[in-house]
């Protein structure tokens, strides 16, 4: 009873408050002079049948969102961002002669690996830690982050796909993340993990592979988490592989491995050597079946 007076009693005091979090303004652009355009495309006219995409290659925040209010060491954790995998997608895009397409912005600004509509998209918490730039977004806040940083990063993938798709190849989207080395006090035993969810003939293919030439490594298969998992649903892969019948690979690399470029581009070459003969595999560039 107490509670419910005190709660009575506070609502008048925070009334102001919250009408002026409604009609806070957007800022008229989001970033500036000097920042980066929100995806940059390398070898954007490479040959090779493939698409490879770094959805949180970045932990950089636009100025006008003021570092979303975390500290430095704050946006260097993982929960900004997956550290190693824009030198992971730079080094693939090199050596297979294939495009890689790089977001310049963290995750917390907003999530390009959900769906537009996802109630992750821009979270307030991440592992614990309070985002107060996250908190309160008025509607023209969240529509400005997909204007001009979600849409353009969809938009140019879809457009990779599309050089292939319109000549009636089906390219194999390759989708690089990292994942951190310990989460909620478990330590992650694998080194690389490799995700699917209705492409497992290729996933299979690959951790087979990856046994093969490196019998040391400690790979997780769905792991370190499924991608079968309701939460991750509509992601990349869904809306831009799944959902066209186009084959995909999705390939999570610990961050502790893969922390320097050195270290990055050695991961990144034993990945390279179990994926080339999958992609020496003229069946795979056909668009697969939908299941009803
Ligand atoms: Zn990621």
């Not at 497992?200 to 370190?224: F, M, W």
């Amino acid at each position: 009873m107490k509670k419910t007076a005190a709660k009575k009693k506070s609502a008048p005091r925070n009334a102001p408050a919250r009408v002026k979090t409604i009609v806070k303004l957007a800022p008229k652009k989001l970033m500036g002079a000097g920042e980066p355009p929100a995806v940059r495309v390398e070898n954007g006219r490479g040959r090779a049948k493939c698409v490879i995409v770094c959805d949180h290659a970045a932990n950089r925040v636009p100025r006008t969102l003021k570092d979303l209010g975390l500290s430095k060491a704050q946006l260097q954790q993982h929960i900004a961002w997956d550290p190693g995998t824009e030198d992971i997608g730079r080094y693939l895009s090199k050596a297979l002669g294939a495009t890689v397409v790089l977001a310049s912005y963290s995750r917390l600004v907003v999530d390009l690996n959900r769906g537009h509509d996802h109630p992750e998209l821009m979270r307030d918490t991440s592992d614990h830690v309070h985002i107060p730039g996250n908190v309160g977004l008025t509607a023209a806040q969240k529509k400005q982050r997909l204007d001009e940083l979600f849409w353009p990063y969809h938009n140019e993938i879809d457009r990779q796909l599309k050089r292939f798709t319109s000549k009636g190849v089906a390219p194999v989207l390759i989708s690089v993340h990292s994942f951190t080395p310990q989460m909620d006090g478990f330590r992650r035993p694998w080194h690389i993990g490799v995700l699917w969810n209705r492409e497992e003939k290729i996933a299979r293919a690959l951790v087979k592979n990856l046994r093969r030439n490196s019998p040391d490594l400690v790979i997780g298969e769905n792991e370190p988490y499924s991608l079968k998992a309701a939460n991750f649903l509509k992601n990349t892969i869904s809306t831009h592989a799944e959902s066209k019948g186009l084959p995909y690979i999705i390939l999570e690399f610990r961050q502790d491995l893969v922390n320097t470029k050195k270290k990055a581009e050695k991961w990144a070459e034993i990945f390279l050597e179990s994926l080339r003969p999958i992609l020496a595999d003229k069946q795979l560039y056909t668009l697969r079946r939908r299941k009803a």
